[in-house]
């Protein structure tokens, strides 16, 4: 008996010892911890796409002096980072899930390795000028191009090496071109102000459009023609009793069709957070349609607006009142 027990703790022991011995293997397609470590960004050169352009007016015609703005007090530069679900160890192997706190420390790693080329493309803005003699009214043409930085971080974990794929993009504005428009004479009826086109070509998908508008007071008053239609937004709109505002969140959208010649009067606005434009070839909702992807974006509700409140008139009476989200 005494024998057989000396024999079962030598087998016991050479158990442990044996297990012991094994080298530990992250398993595959399991989350890593939250533990990692010299974590390297590969930076890598762009690529550059254009997105779209846009105008922004400058209006200056009763101006007894020369405006003048920068490129960077009307447009800034945007940017986001993107890192893959997935990680795989160097050398090859099957790839693993990176958990959320990984993610987010990758993120934090990427941008520290761009932050110079974010700071460099954001200040070349405020150098930029964009003037507007004293009676005129500049139209500058806006390009919105898209710089994407694609390559790999590596980071070590649980005695491992991985490499997780990343994207990082820059939307970046640029002056393409600049043309002057005729001014037209602004009136003040007590009952809002007529702001000043920026062009009277009926031939433009927005015959007339501004933005930063009014300059002052609270109120804007338009005189539309049969067949045109208004689409004026901004963070507060009250018209004919109908009112949109009180959230910071959120877009305010009106669109008014004309069939019979209109007189519309806009009040309760910010000074300077409106945009409008006027058009007799868009139907209100190809309108919509066309101006909506902006309002996901910077500066509009400062970080982009997380919902759209749209009030379609016609005639002066509301017909419909929609919410849009991105």
Request: charged fraction near 15%.
């Amino acid at each position: 008996m005494k024998n057989q027990k000396i024999v079962f703790m030598s087998f016991l022991v050479l158990a442990l010892f044996i297990t012991s011995c094994q080298p530990t293997v992250p398993s595959a397609g399991i989350p890593q911890n939250d533990g990692i470590a010299d974590v390297r960004v590969n930076t890598a050169p762009p690529t550059e796409t254009k997105i779209n352009t846009e105008e922004f007016p400058l209006p200056n015609c009763g101006g007894t002096g020369e405006i003048r703005q920068t490129l960077g007090t009307t447009a800034s530069v945007f940017k986001s980072i993107t890192i893959g679900a997935k990680a795989t160890a160097r050398g090859g192997g099957e790839a693993i899930v990176i958990s959320e706190p990984v993610i987010l420390k990758l993120e934090i790693e990427v941008e520290v390795a761009y932050q110079k080329t974010y700071e460099s493309a954001s200040s070349r803005l405020d150098s930029i000028d964009m003037p507007a003699a004293a009676g005129s009214h500049v139209v500058y043409e806006i390009g919105w191009y898209e710089q994407t930085f694609e390559s790999i971080v590596e980071y070590s974990s649980d005695g491992q090496v991985y490499e997780a794929p990343y994207v990082y993009k820059l939307r970046i504005p640029k002056i393409e071109n600049s043309y002057q428009v005729s001014c037209n004479g602004s009136s003040n009826s007590g009952q809002g102000i007529t702001p000043q086109p920026t062009s009277v070509n009926s031939g433009l998908r927005w015959e007339q459009e501004a933005a930063q508008v009014p300059a002052s007071g609270t109120s804007l008053k338009w005189e539309l023609a049969v067949g045109q239609i208004l689409f004026l937004s901004g963070g507060q709109i009250r018209i004919n009793g109908e009112y949109c505002g009180g959230d910071a969140n959120q877009i305010c959208v009106l669109v008014f069709q004309a069939t019979t010649p209109q007189t519309v009067i806009v009040d309760a606005l910010i000074p300077e957070n409106n945009w409008y434009g006027i058009s007799s070839t868009l139907s209100p909702d190809d309108a919509v349609s066309e101006k909506e992807p902006q309002f996901w974006y910077p500066p509009n509700c400062i970080n982009g607006c997380k919902k759209a409140t749209v009030l379609y008139f016609t005639n002066g009476k509301l017909v419909n009142k929609t919410t849009l989200t991105p």
